[in-house]
C-alpha cells in the first residue's frame, strides 16, 4: 500500500514537471510566432497601400482625361476632422477650374471624394492600409508656367495642356528657366527646398506624387530627416527603401509619381493632347 502511494506522488509529480515544460514550450512557440506574425501583417498593409497609391494614380490620369486637367490637392484645415474638409479639391479664394490656382500645390491631400476613389475615411479623404486621419494619402502636382509666362497653372487649368501643346509640355528643364518647375524626387535629403541638392536625383521630372506616410504616420516632420522633406510643402520629395527592422525613427513613406512623358503618352493617345 505504501509503495501503491508512492508510485501515486511519482506519477503525479512527473505530470506537473511535464505540464511545465509543455506550458514553456508553447510561450516560446507564440512567442517566435508573433514577431513574423506582425512582420506579415506589416508587410500587407505596405502592399495594400502601395496598390491604393497605384490606384490614385490611375484616377487622377483618367481625371486629367475626361477633364483637360488635373485636380487641385485636398485641404485639411485642422488636426482634427473640420466640416469644411471633404476631400475635395481646393482652390485659393480666386482660383477654379478654369485657372487651376490651387491653394495647396505640394503640400495637399489627395482629393478622393473628387477622384471618386473607395477606401475614403468619413469626409472624403482616401486612406492608406493603415486607415488613420494621419494616414490619409497625399498628393501634390507641380504649379508650372509656360508659353513665356503666358499660361500659368498648366497642369490644373482647364485645357492649359491643350494650349501649350505637347512640345512645350517635353521642353527639357534648364537652370533659371521660368516655368520648368517639375517636381523633383531625390534618394534622401539634399538641403535644397528647389532640387536634390547634394543628394541622387531619382527624378526632376515628376508632374505629380503621391505618397503614404506610412506606418508611423509622422505628421509632425517626423523622426527621420528624409521624412521630413516630403512635409516640407516644397516641390522636393524622398523616396527610398524603408528599413526591414522598422525601427523608431527608419523612414518607411511610401511615394509613387508620374513623369511629363508618361502625362503626355497618356493624355496623347485617349485624344486630350493633339
Same mark, same amino acid.
Given at each position: 500500500?505504501?509503495?501503491?502511494?508512492?508510485?501515486?506522488?511519482?506519477?503525479?509529480?512527473?505530470?506537473?514537471?511535464?505540464?511545465?515544460?509543455?506550458?514553456?514550450?508553447?510561450?516560446?512557440?507564440?512567442?517566435?510566432?508573433?514577431?513574423?506574425?506582425?512582420?506579415?501583417?506589416?508587410?500587407?498593409?505596405?502592399?495594400?497601400?502601395?496598390?491604393?497609391?497605384?490606384?490614385?494614380?490611375?484616377?487622377?490620369?483618367?481625371?486629367?482625361?475626361?477633364?483637360?486637367?488635373?485636380?487641385?490637392?485636398a485641404e485639411v484645415t485642422s488636426p482634427v476632422p473640420d466640416p469644411a474638409d471633404k476631400g475635395e479639391e481646393s482652390f485659393t479664394p480666386t482660383g477654379n477650374a478654369a485657372n487651376g490656382d490651387c491653394k495647396h500645390m505640394y503640400d495637399g491631400y489627395?482629393?478622393?471624394?473628387?477622384?471618386?476613389?473607395?477606401?475614403?475615411?468619413?469626409?472624403? @479623404?482616401? !486612406?492608406?492600409?493603415? %486607415?488613420?486621419?494621419?494616414?490619409?494619402?497625399?498628393? *501634390?502636382? =507641380? &504649379?508650372?508656367?509656360? /508659353? $513665356?509666362?503666358?499660361?500659368?497653372?498648366?497642369?490644373?487649368?482647364?485645357?492649359?495642356?491643350?494650349?501649350?501643346?505637347?512640345?512645350?509640355?517635353?521642353?527639357?528643364?534648364?537652370?533659371?528657366?521660368?516655368?520648368?518647375?517639375?517636381?523633383?524626387?531625390?534618394?534622401?535629403?539634399?538641403?535644397?527646398?528647389?532640387?536634390?541638392?547634394?543628394?541622387?536625383?531619382?527624378?526632376?521630372?515628376?508632374? @505629380?506624387? !503621391?505618397?503614404?506616410? %506610412?506606418?508611423?504616420?509622422?505628421?509632425?516632420?517626423? *523622426?527621420? =530627416? &528624409?521624412?521630413?522633406? /516630403? $512635409?516640407?510643402?516644397?516641390?522636393?520629395?524622398?523616396?527610398?527603401?524603408?528599413?526591414?527592422?522598422?525601427?523608431?525613427?527608419?523612414?518607411?513613406?511610401?511615394?509613387?509619381?508620374?513623369?511629363?512623358?508618361?502625362?503626355?503618352?497618356?493624355?496623347?493617345?485617349?485624344?486630350?493632347?493633339?
Amino acid at each position: 500500500m505504501h509503495r501503491s502511494i508512492e508510485r501515486a506522488a511519482g506519477m503525479r509529480g512527473f505530470t506537473l514537471i511535464e505540464l511545465s515544460v509543455v506550458v514553456l514550450v508553447i510561450t516560446l512557440l507564440l512567442g517566435s510566432l508573433l514577431i513574423p506574425l506582425a512582420t506579415q501583417v506589416e508587410q500587407r498593409n505596405v502592399s495594400e497601400t502601395q496598390k491604393r497609391l497605384q490606384e490614385v494614380k490611375e484616377a487622377l490620369i483618367g481625371y486629367a482625361i475626361a477633364n483637360g486637367r488635373f485636380p487641385c490637392p485636398a485641404e485639411v484645415t485642422s488636426p482634427v476632422p473640420d466640416p469644411a474638409d471633404k476631400g475635395e479639391e481646393s482652390f485659393t479664394p480666386t482660383g477654379n477650374a478654369a485657372n487651376g490656382d490651387c491653394k495647396h500645390m505640394y503640400d495637399g491631400y489627395a482629393p478622393g471624394r473628387t477622384l471618386g476613389l473607395a477606401n475614403l475615411d468619413s469626409q472624403g @479623404f482616401a !486612406v492608406d492600409a493603415w %486607415g488613420l486621419q494621419q494616414n490619409r494619402i497625399r498628393y *501634390a502636382i =507641380a &504649379d508650372v508656367t509656360m /508659353n $513665356l509666362g503666358a499660361v500659368p497653372h498648366v497642369f490644373t487649368a482647364q485645357n492649359a495642356m491643350r494650349l501649350v501643346g505637347v512640345q512645350e509640355i517635353g521642353k527639357p528643364s534648364s537652370a533659371g528657366a521660368p516655368g520648368q518647375d517639375l517636381l523633383f524626387v531625390c534618394a534622401t535629403k539634399g538641403g535644397s527646398p528647389t532640387n536634390c541638392g547634394t543628394a541622387p536625383v531619382l527624378t526632376s521630372d515628376a508632374v @505629380f506624387v !503621391v505618397y503614404s506616410l %506610412g506606418k508611423n504616420a509622422a505628421t509632425t516632420g517626423g *523622426a527621420n =530627416a &528624409d521624412e521630413a522633406v /516630403n $512635409l516640407a510643402g516644397s516641390r522636393v520629395f524622398v523616396s527610398k527603401l524603408s528599413s526591414s527592422t522598422q525601427a523608431a525613427g527608419d523612414f518607411d513613406d511610401i511615394l509613387l509619381w508620374t513623369s511629363r512623358y508618361h502625362v503626355i503618352s497618356q493624355l496623347t493617345a485617349t485624344g486630350q493632347l493633339p
